[in-house]
């Protein structure tokens, strides 16, 4: 009994202890995790109820709530950025505290592209169950961050000219009426293909067959079985035609770029084709700092104007943080040429989110892009 009583005590500590370390443990492991399902959560493409992820605040405080289990959180912080610099530093929207200690959300539609981060700050309090010694309460928080995907392109292409469905439309005219003999039925065919067949080309058909009609229980009119097999022998195109050259977009023979450049109000970027072919592109790609790009004057807006390759011009009037120019698939000569971007005042201010990106379709370079940040 004594040395129960001596032992009781340690006994005691070791297993309060016990339990207030794992209770920290999972606390802390809880608010890790909200704030992690919860950017995931907020930076997923696309939207319910026409409220995109990013800007569902409420949704994203019920993620991180789901993760609540022995604790409550006391704060749940949803801010943006447009993530970080060469130094480690936030790089902020316009009018937004990037901060993770405020609260932002929502943010408005257009101030956002991809690229930018949600960030969601999670804090919960750490306090003891019985605090036998004196034990200030301890703030548990965690951050994440998550790059938000507003769209996605999707591109595709036609068949190429002589790859169209070729068919046959055989055709029967309605069988007339009989009294007692069998009707003459006619039967035609009729083709609708891209090519022409040859000369040599005779299509065939199987011959029709009919019921033979017996003396008793005919039926007036009588009805033949028509028995009517088309068949057609395909035939090769008339004039062959050589596939299209194989040409790579990769390694010495392809196609590289320099740096990306700002001149006045000019953004450009220098093209080395060295494929020895023009190649045709299907999408042109921009990213500029559109809302605080001017540091002059009161309108602090970049609108984009123009845009050229090789003598091949596009002009408008955009004000986006990014866009694929409509209607603008300018070809690439071989050798050096530059896409020039012209805005509509002079370009100050860099955001490190500036970026150009060429889709080229000439086959054996579809799956290349030229991007400048590669």
Known sequence: MVEFALALPILLALLYGTIEVSRLIFI???VAIASRQAARYGSASGAIDGVPFYQNCDGIREVANQSAFI???DKINITYDRGVNS???QIPITD??????????PIERNAVRNGDRIIVQVSSTYQPIFPILSFKPLEIVSASARTILVSIPIFGSALPTGFAAESSTPSITPLATSTG???TITTAATFSATKTPPSWYTPSYATPTYATPTNAGLPNPLTPVVIFTPSQTPFPSDTPTAGPTQIRCTGQTGVTHGPLTISNNVLQMKINNATGVTLTTSQIYVEWNNDTGHGNGGDPTLRLRQATLAGQTWNGDLLAPSIFIPGYTPNIPPGESIIQFTFHQTYDVTDGTERIIIYISTPGCTNYLVDSMN
């Open 181 to 183: 003999a069998l009707p």
């Open 71 to 73: 604790t409550t959180f």
């Open 28 to 30: 802390f492991s809880s």
């Open 96 to 105: 937004i505290n990037p901060s993770p200690e405020v609260n932002t959300c």
């Open 87 to 89: 130094k480690g530093a």
